[in-house]
């Protein structure tokens, strides 16, 4: 074997060199094996369903890509805290992260509309049909341009309708709220603060602390497995059902666009149909543990749930309308991604409520309390 040269050695210890220090700089470390090992954090604590659900998705990408990109997911306040995930993965201090869109709304007001509100009749899946399909994919990444977020965005997953909250006792009115210290997110804020709450936006793992130590009264976080999980049945035993402060949410997939646009195209499309298929997934488990955690959380933990009044359902959707009128006159792309929103739920929602049958009567036929026992 023929030596190396002396300048071949100093030239390959210099690469070796920078190649050593750009992986300290920036997480996303190719192995020798070739292997691309992406570290990300969630919004979530670990013990949330949650993270879960975003363990549940580097899953589906590491072994769609038969370990060529290696995701590791850490949970909330591993790196950063939950509200600067944003921050975080735009600067390449973390590769991506899994959270809410809602959770930026204080860097552009406009990004709380992929999940804060009534989504004008249309359900979780119907605003990513909007996203995907309406329009909205290309908004997204218009709005994150316009505050220099070096960000590529993947929302998925989406949620049913939240709960109006934990209370110290059931809610009937719309006066209820006056003065109450309550917890919430996104436009969700200025809808409560409007009611005449006193509102602290905390993320999901310090919401029951809170409320055990008096700094809030009540709150909302998202569903039956995450709140019983995350103890709000021990401050709390009544929760109010049904709201549309947060009706059409979903979960926000995150890379850093320098890395990201560094993949190769068959890791790229790997991640787009991974995305598509977690989002599936995620929707399906959420029917079984939500429903599960549900009748846990009446039968051993002893919760009394609710109904929202129609009143305050309906006192929700008109401020709602005026809240989004005075941000849509201060902010043209809020106002562009409203006007998006309307045309295709007007024509979509239509669709939804002439075509698609109410399942009540049939729940009332088959479970309610003049149902007769299915003879098989």
């Known amino acids: 074997m023929s030596k190396v040269s002396k300048p071949a050695r100093t030239t390959r210890r210099n690469f070796l060199k920078a190649a050593a220090a750009s992986a300290v700089a920036a997480p996303n470390v190719v192995s020798a ?29 590491n072994d769609m890509t038969g370990g060529d990109l290696r995701i590791e997911v850490l949970p909330a306040g591993a790196v950063v805290p939950p509200f600067g995930l944003l921050d975080a993965v735009s600067k390449g ?3 991506g992260g899994h959270g809410a869109l809602v959770y930026h709304y204080g860097k552009q ?35 994150y341009a316009s505050i220099g977020a070096n960000v ?76 019983r999980t995350l103890g709000f049945p021990d401050v709390s035993k009544v929760c109010m059902l049904q709201s549309y ?6 979960f926000e997939i995150l890379f850093n666009k320098t890395r990201y646009d560094a993949l190769p195209d068959k890791l790229k499309a790997v991640i787009a149909y991974a995305t598509e ?26 919760v009394r749930f609710y109904k ?9 959707l008109e401020l709602y309308d005026e809240i989004i009128a005075k941000k849509a006159a201060e902010n043209p792309l809020f106002k ?23 399942r009540k009567m049939a729940f009332d036929h088959y479970f309610g309390p003049n149902a007769k026992p299915v003879k098989i």
Do not use: C
Not at 341 to 351: E, N, P, V
């Open 109 to 143: 007001t406009a990004l709380a509309l992929w999940g804060s509100g009534p989504g004008y009749a249309m359900d979780g899946n119907m605003l990513l049909a909007w996203h995907k399909y309406g329009g909205g994919k290309e908004l997204l990444a218009k709005l």
């Open 277 to 302: 298929a977690a989002s599936a997934d995620m929707s399906w488990k959420a029917i079984d543990r939500y429903s599960q955690d549900y009748v846990e959380l009446q039968v051993t933990d002893k």
């Open 33 to 61: 094996q070739g292997v691309i090992n992406m570290r990300w954090q969630s919004t979530w604590p670990s013990k949330d369903i949650f993270h879960e659900f975003a363990q549940d998705y580097a899953r589906k990408v």
């Open 245 to 250: 402060h947060q009706n059409a949410e979903q």
């Open 152 to 227: 590529v965005s993947f929302p998925y997953g989406p949620h049913p309708t939240q709960a109006l909250g934990w209370f110290k006792r059931p809610i009937t009115k719309v006066d209820d709220f006056k003065g109450l210290k309550y917890r919430t997110v996104g436009i969700s804020i200025d809808l409560f603060q409007a009611m005449g709450a006193a509102v602290n936006a905390l993320p999901g793992g310090e919401i029951v602390s809170a409320m055990d130590r008096g700094l809030i009264d009540a709150a909302e976080f998202n569903n039956a497995s995450s709140d």
């Open 336 to 358: 562009e991604i409203v006007q998006s929103q309307l045309a295709f739920a007007r024509r979509a929602a239509r669709w939804e409520q002439d075509t698609v049958v109410s």
């Open 93 to 95: 201090t973390l590769d």
């Open 308 to 316: 929202t009044p129609d009143a305050i359902l309906q006192k929700q």
